[in-house]
């Protein structure tokens, strides 16, 4: 099943070979992992069952890195990123070599705020998409520890919801800024040059 719009754009001076793409995310709870990922077999889903899930794209050679590297390898970090507006994002980055994914999250999206109140408590699965000719995708857990969730969790609170509409306006120039190859600093001691980035769509608030 493909999930995935996207856009690639080039990065950085003129001649610079970085990269990055844009994507949009998923979040699926686990009621929703069971009906989206039934085709994985009894196997497959034991390792994602009962599991809040996020979902983002990767073009086709990292995904191949991944596949081939396994979760070894893998640096991950997650911050949260104010904007003028108001609003936070959290920023859920992981690396190998100079390839970043990022997911992306408006903090003011009650989705959001569910997946990070579970993800403070309990382990959480990332199933990322190859964007190359050939449909794959691969499920594998967050590596990042659920402590690590509980400070973005906390961060929520600190958001003023009846924005969410100036908060919507402004997004546009955060998925510009927070895509560039230079908004999250390395991981490793490779200098950034590919990035995916998934953000989540936040939905405008309905008038009455």
Known sequence: MKFFTK????????????????????????????????QFGEDGLAKIRGRWMLLGAVNADLFS?????????????????????????????????????RFVLPMYEPKVVDLLTIASMSPLSIYLESTGQVRQGMAYDCPLRPMSFQEARSE???????????????????????????????????????????????RPIRQS
Do not use: M, W
């Open 65 to 101: 890195r991944l596949d081939a590297n396994g979760e070894d390898d893998i640096a991950a970090q997650l911050l949260v990123q104010p904007v003028p507006s108001g609003a936070k994002y959290t920023v859920l980055t992981c690396q190998l070599g100079y390839f970043q994914h």
């Open 7 to 38: 856009a690639t754009s080039q990065s950085g001076r003129r001649g610079a070979r970085n990269r990055s793409r844009i994507h949009t995310a998923l979040i699926l709870t686990p009621s929703e992992v069971e009906s989206n990922f039934h």
């Open 156 to 202: 929520c609170l600190s958001i003023s919801a009846d924005k969410k509409n100036d908060f919507i306006i402004e997004f546009p120039s955060v998925v510009s800024a927070l895509a560039s190859t230079e908004s999250v600093p390395s991981l490793n001691r490779e200098i950034v040059r590919d990035v995916d980035a998934s953000f989540y769509l936040p």
